[in-house]
Structure formats: C-alpha cells, structure tokens
C-alpha cells in the first residue's frame, strides 16, 4: 500500500508549482520577461515584499526563477523564469482554458451547494 505522500505522483509538482503566490509570480516573469524586484511586485500588485522575497528565494533554490545581481551603484537585481519555469508554459496555458472553460460551473455548483444549507 502506497503512503498518502506518494499516492498521486503530481504531489511533489502541485507542492512545488501552485504554493500559494508561485502561480502569480511565473505567470508575469513569463509574461513580462526580465523584471526587477519592484516591477515584480507592482505587477502582481497583491503581494508583499516579505512574501514575494521568500517566494522568489524558493523559486530559485527550485530552479524555476534566475536571480541576476549586478554590482552597480546602486546595485541592480533581476530576476527572470528559467528554462525550467518555461517549460511550465503548456500547463498554465491547459489551465487558464479550463478555468476560461469551467469556473462559470463551479460557482453554480457552489451556489447551489451553499442554497441547500
């Protein structure tokens, strides 16, 4: 019998990629391209610089997001998707059609849950 851990085979990937703000940031690194820490979180706008810190420390150690440093005064960090972060491109895109497709469905199926509470 398989231990709960390793029962689906995407619960390393599903931990890894939809983290709570992960979605967000690869989404505009990959949208905009090459990005400095405030163009990032101006961009996802919801986000605090702690978080989007922590996140984007994970994501490199991960190996999704490149962190560049250049020893300039003032000294300039960029951040970027990396090839493998990329390769997530065809998965976002399955998903934004679905939900494109099905969020409609699952707010009535909510709403017809909560109504017979």
């Known amino acids: 019998m398989e231990t709960p851990e390793f029962a689906c ?8 990629v939809f983290s709570r703000w992960t979605t967000p940031i690869l989404w505009t690194l990959h ?13 996802i706008g919801t986000i605090t610089p702690k978080v989007l810190t922590q996140r984007l420390r994970q994501l490199e150690r991960d190996g999704m997001v490149v962190r560049t440093y250049h020893p300039e005064v003032p000294p300039r960090v960029e951040y970027e998707i990396s090839e493998l972060g990329r390769s997530l491109a065809p998965l976002f895109a399955h998903l934004s059609g679905w939900a494109a497709d099905n969020l409609d469905k699952v707010e009535q199926a909510r709403e017809l849950y909560d109504s017979g509470r």
């Open 31 to 43: 949208s905009h391209g090459r990005l400095r820490f405030v163009e990032l979180e101006r961009l």
């Open 9 to 16: 085979p995407t619960t390393a990937v599903v931990d890894i």
